[in-house]
């Protein structure tokens, strides 16, 4: 009998000073029953995944109860944030750490906040504090405030911090926020 993985973490694996972890290992992933019970999945610092690694993740059946994935120094871009944002398998997915991932733009963060198929319980005050950090600055605007203050997730947003903020937001996104009764 093969005993159930809660959590995998296939960071920094190096054959010579080539990264293993690619998108054809994730393919393989993808099919692997073995990952049913995985609650949590770090590729931090993989390079080598690309945007069709995050959508072998995404449409894995096997996936459903991951609730964190560290993305961390890794190549995820918006488009990997789409694929794990429209997964009709990630369900119950609340974390993803994107600490020094340069390439997310405000355009990522409204895939995560307008998106049907993460848990509700999804952490997007973590998403701003990690994307200021690597920005050295808030890469909010008054268009995404508005995403979100339209937004169901509202109603579970616990905390916001705002980093960095000097012309990017006005006060009628802030007012439209705070007056939403979402």
Known sequence: AYRVLISLEISHL???????ITDSVLSALETSPYLSKIES??????????????KHIADSRFC???CEINCSNSNINDEGLKELA???????????ELKGCSKITAQGLKYIITSNC????FSIDDLFANLAEIHQKNILSDELLE?????PRLKHLH???LFYSKDEITSNAFKKLLSNNN
């Open 159 to 161: 905390s916001l911090r």
């Open 41 to 54: 999945l770090s590729l931090e610092s993989n390079h080598q995944v690309t945007v069709q690694g995050f």
């Open 86 to 96: 429209n997964s009709k398998f990630l369900l119950n997915l609340h974390r993803i």
């Open 64 to 66: 459903f109860n991951i």
């Open 147 to 151: 995403c979100l203050s339209t937004s």
């Open 118 to 121: 993460l848990s509700f319980r």
């Open 14 to 20: 190096l054959n010579g000073n080539e990264k293993i």
